[in-house]
T-cell receptor, first 114, second 115 residues
Framework: QQQVKQSPQSLIVQKGGISIINCAYENTAFDYFPWYQQFPGKGPALLIAIRPDVSEKKEGRFTISFNKSAKQFSLHIMDSQPGDSATYFCAASTRGSTLGRLYFGRGTQLTVWP | EAQVTQNPRYLITVTGKKLTVTCSQN?????MSWYRQDPGLGLRQIYYSMNVEVTDKGDVPEGYKVSRKEKRNFPLILESPSPNQTSLYFC??????????????FGNGTRLTVT
């Protein structure tokens, strides 16, 4: 059973456009929602993360929007650049008895073309 | 430099030939984990370890073994590899204080092909 559902699987955006990737979850015990970015030949690396006590977190061109009631969160990349082309994974975790598990979505391959 | 080191980067083997993928971290992290990445399936957790001599199954542990005899090392063992274990494998580490305080640090991956 997939704990975190991510869409779309792939995304093509023109340079300067907005990239939006969505994730949904069912487990209300999740209380930490990170996004990881992966470039070809590299391991994933933390991009940005949010806790459910806020509805939005922004770091530069990257913003997480969080909707607790809908159990959804999304990554917005403003002014998308070719250097943003990568695979993005959303994830979720708890701090309770399941500490040690970080559940990943299936990933979104983003291509930003000039 | 803080890092997670996996070896080898690429490995081609035949069905049934035992192999070990090594993972080492230099950040004194208690938590270590193995993931496999397959197209369309994302990152799936194989095993994880909260500390030395403490390991637990993830979502896809069948066909794999791990050991945690030292804090810095967490090898992944395939005792009888099969073609369905052809995949890209990642080792990762973090502190025991939880992901709030320390993100998961990944190695650069091991691409395994089993023929």
């Amino acid at each position: 059973q997939q704990q975190v559902k991510q869409s779309p699987q792939s995304l093509i955006v023109q340079k300067g456009g907005i990239s939006i990737i969505n994730c949904a979850y069912e487990n209300t015990a999740f209380d930490y929602f990170p996004w990881y970015q992966q470039f070809p030949g590299k391991g994933p690396a933390l991009l940005i993360a949010i806790r459910p006590d806020v509805s939005e977190k922004k770091e530069g061109r990257f913003t997480i929007s969080f909707n607790k009631s809908a159990k959804q969160f999304s990554l917005h990349i403003m002014d998308s650049q070719p250097g943003d082309s990568a695979t993005y994974f959303c994830a979720a975790s708890t701090r309770g008895s399941t500490l040690g598990r970080l559940y990943f979505g299936r990933g979104t391959q983003l291509t930003v073309w000039p | 430099e803080a890092q997670v080191t996996q070896n080898p980067r690429y490995l081609i083997t035949v069905t049934g030939k035992k192999l070990t993928v090594t993972c080492s971290q230099n950040m004194n992290h208690e938590y270590m984990s193995w993931y496999r990445q397959d197209p369309g399936l994302g990152l799936r957790q194989i095993y994880y370890s909260m500390n030395v001599e403490v390991t637990d199954k993830g979502d896809v542990p069948e066909g794999y073994k791990v050991s945690r005899k030292e804090k810095r090392n967490f090898p992944l063992i395939l005792e009888s590899p099969s073609p369905n274990q052809t995949s890209l494998y990642f080792c990762a580490s973090s502190t025991i204080q939880g992901f709030y305080n320390s993100p998961l640090h990944f190695g650069n991956g091991t691409r395994l092909t089993v023929t």
